[in-house]
Each structure stands twice: as C-alpha cells, then as structure tokens.
C-alpha cells in the first residue's frame, strides 16, 4: 500500500526550509507526527459488515451492497486470499423492502437443511430499517428472500439490524440482532430469540441481553456475534459512530445465552489501541479454522474513503479473549 504525507507533515517540511533560510536564530518548527500507516487488508476494496461461513473446507464471506450488487460475496481456501465475485448472492429484495441499502448479511446452515440469509434493508414504508430472511439450497446463493412482512421489524422500538445466528451444542439456534433506536433518539439493545428449525420464523419472544452503558460505546451498541468458548458464552460487538476513529469493537460474557452479560470496560479492538493501522474497526465475525479461531472485521482505508476486510488471529488467555496483532 502506497504511503501519503499529512497535511501535519508537509508542513513541518516546508518549516524546515524556512529556518534553513533564516538562520540559526529562528525558532525551530515542531517535529510533525508521521501519518498512522493502515495494515494491509485482506479484501483491499469496499467490503464492510463481513460474514464468514465455512462450507467443505471453503470460506465463503458476504458483505454489505456495493453499486452493483445486494449482497457481496467473496470466496477462499485458507481465509487468507480472497477471490471477490462479481455475482450477487441476493439479487432480488422482499416487496416491503427499498433499493440501496442492504447491509450486514448473515448466512447460516440451517436444521431443517439449506441454509439462510438473514439481512438488513431498508422498510420502505416507514423508512426504518428491518432484518430479512433469504432462503437457498447452497451456501453460495442465489438467495431467495421469503416474501411477507419483515423477519424481525420493532417499528417502535425504531427497527432492526444486524442479525447473526448462534448455534447451540443440541442444535438449537438463536438470532440476534441490534433494535436501531439510535434513529429515533431511544436506546439500543442487543436482543436474542430461538428460532424455528427452518430459520424463517422466531420460535419465542426475544429477550434483552445489554445495552449501551460505557462512554466509549457512544450512543449505540450494534453488530452483534455470540459464540461459546468452554462453558461461557461471549458477544463480540460493535459501538459508536461507524464512520469515525470512535467506532471500536467490544466484548461481553454471560454463563448463560440469555445473560445476566458482563462487558469488559474497554474495547477488545479500537483505533488507539492499534495506532490508527484499524481505523474505525467493527461489524465482526468468528470464524473457526483448523489453525484456531479467526476474527474477521472491517476499518477505513487511511483517507476514510472506504471500509475494507482484516483478520486477525483469536487468542483466549482462560477465559479472557485477545487478537494477536501483526
């Protein structure tokens, strides 16, 4: 990746000249800070919100819209190199939902067989967002979107997003997702409900597992992934402004599904404590591979122009999660 000079640096270098210039009896101009170089992406192009699903010893992601396309898709062997497709694994949406604004696609194999897309969109009517469901026989799509109202649509609540699927040790599987009450000056919540074998249908209310409390969360909590490490279970979220060094990705564990949740007080990834190589990190996934657990996420390009995908080694020191960064 290219390296760019801030606008801090150029101008301690035209300071320089200018004291060369005057003279030993000129004051100094301060030593710049050198623009924080970003590391290198796995998918070096807009691919935000990823979600990894592994299938036969392929790893298939899916990404938030582009211009061209619902639904990104990208393929690989190791979860290394990637090959972006140009097919879209969502080309038509529900009648209730609007063009340009498919976010945050989560694919899971299901019980009853086949597997399912949960995602969000754009409801039409009330100009919310609500989270979908999508239905194909193989994982790499095309989906076809069950037809119907919303999957999960708290209008009053201001919406949702955000869904990811968690399967137990007997089967069962649950979804969580995001209630979007930041669009209406409420509050965020991370909910949880089982759903039916099939994966079209809820199969009992959902309940309330956190919401945003830390200063560093800002105004929302988001993105949610749970997974199961020995007898804990973890949600790994997003917080704060997605379009902003705050953005950073949290953790918190409950010895059960349904909580009480513990956050940990201070992101488990954010720009400071990465030194601005992730910028902004967030809308993560796990993924288990043969060398151990992966952490999946996307940041900004260092101009913030577009959020491309990373991934970084999960480590667990007993019972407390770490990445292991390059």
């Not at 992966?294 to 667990?316: A, C, K, N, Q, T």
């Amino acid at each position: 990746m290219s390296h760019r000079i801030s606008k801090a640096a150029a101008f301690g270098v035209a300071a320089g000249f200018l004291t060369a210039a005057l003279g030993a009896c000129a004051p100094s101009a301060p030593e710049a800070e050198p623009a924080p170089t970003t590391a290198a992406f796995a998918i070096d192009q807009d691919f935000p919100d990823p979600d990894v699903l592994e299938v036969d010893g392929e790893y298939i992601a899916f990404a938030t819209n582009s211009p061209a396309v619902n639904v990104q898709m990208a393929t690989s062997d190791d979860v290394e190199e990637w090959d972006v497709s140009t097919d879209d694994a969502l080309p038509d949406l529900p009648a209730w939902a609007s063009e340009g604004r498919t976010w945050a696609p989560e694919v899971s194999a299901i019980t009853g067989g086949g597997y399912a897309m949960y995602f969000t969109a754009a409801h039409t009517e009330s100009n919310k967002q609500c989270i979908g469901v999508a239905i194909s026989e193989v994982a790499g799509g095309p989906y076809l979107p069950v037809e119907g109202d919303p999957f999960v649509c708290p209008l009053e609540e201001g919406g949702a997003i955000d869904a990811s699927v968690f399967t137990e040790d007997d089967g069962t599987q649950y979804l969580l997702w995001k209630t979007d009450g930041n669009c209406c000056g409420m509050d965020t919540w991370i909910e949880v409900a089982p759903l039916t074998a099939d994966g079209t249908a809820l199969a009992g209310p959902p309940t309330q597992l956190f919401q945003q409390t830390e200063l560093w969360e800002g105004n929302l909590v988001e993105a949610p992934v749970l997974i199961k490490h020995e007898s804990k279970y973890y949600v790994f979220y997003s917080a704060n402004d997605y379009g902003s060094w705050s953005y950073a990705i949290g953790v918190a564990s409950a010895p059960s599904i349904t909580g009480p949740y513990t956050k940990e007080p201070d992101p488990f990834l954010s720009s400071e404590m990465t030194e601005g190589r992730y910028i902004g990190p967030g809308g993560q996934d796990i993924v288990a591979t043969p060398e151990g657990d992966v952490i999946v996420f996307h940041s900004w390009d260092e101009l913030m122009i577009y959020r491309g995908m990373h991934e970084l080694p999960l480590e667990w020191d007993g019972d407390v999660p770490s990445v292991q960064l390059p």
